[in-house]
């Protein structure tokens, strides 16, 4: 009874290649987002989608590239891979109200060699 | 720009109480938040302040002052479960998407 599920958990892949991390939340909530979350543990937003619209987007490399096909779904393309892109990747969503409070997801770590 | 300072590590003893320290900078103001994160697990959230005060929830508690920048989360009787980090995350103005951002998070370790 997950409530934001991502896959996958570990990723482990070579310089220059393409990878995904989808996410999936069943809690009904309108606004889903992609954290970064480095060696230092700084949390840092990436994007956030509204009910299917973008409506965050940091400074991210254009080789980032999210997708939502409906507003209980986000997923991140990552092309060309680079080796400061390792790191965990949270998923994580929010009611659209006035509490701030996300959910996130358990997480998924990737390192690039 | 945004900054938030917290301490990086903090140790206490079980039962006991540990007050962690938050100051931030930002640009405009409308909430600060805390979330705990185990090692290896998303963080989850712990509370929510908009206006000054302490908020209290169970063994823990927050406080906001706006006018200092500075919020502190309490944690008392203390418990072994309790080692994790501790994250503070503003939301700098009021919009859509709920965007936080983080401190680097203080890790507290509780010893028997």
């Known amino acids: 009874d997950t409530a934001v599920s991502q896959t996958p958990k570990y990723l482990v892949t070579q310089m220059g290649n393409d990878k995904s991390i989808k996410c999936e939340q069943n809690l009904g909530h309108d606004t889903m987002y992609w954290y970064k979350q480095d060696s230092k543990k700084f949390l840092k937003i990436m994007f956030s989608y509204n009910n299917k619209e973008l409506i965050i987007n940091e400074t991210v490399p254009n080789r980032f590239s999210p997708k939502s096909p409906d507003k209980a779904h986000l997923n991140l393309h990552i092309n060309s891979l680079e080796l400061g892109d390792s790191a965990v990747y949270f998923c994580a969503s929010s009611p659209l109200r006035d509490t701030g409070e996300l959910f996130f997801g358990e997480g998924s770590r990737l390192t690039v060699l | ?112």
């Open chain 2, 1 to 112: 720009g945004q900054n938030i300072d917290q301490p990086t590590e903090m140790t206490a003893t079980e039962g006991a109480i540990v007050q962690i320290n938050c100051t931030y900078q930002t640009s405009g103001f409308n909430g600060l938040f805390w979330y705990q994160q185990h090692a290896g697990e998303a963080p989850t959230f712990l509370s929510y302040n908009v206006l000054d005060g302490l908020e209290e929830k169970g063994r823990f508690s927050s406080f906001l002052s706006r006018s200092k920048g500075y919020s502190y989360l309490l944690l008392k009787e203390l418990q072994m479960k309790d080692s994790a980090s501790y994250l503070c995350a503003v939301r700098p103005r009021k919009a859509a998407g709920n965007k936080l951002t983080f401190g680097g998070g203080t890790r507290v370790l509780v010893k028997p």
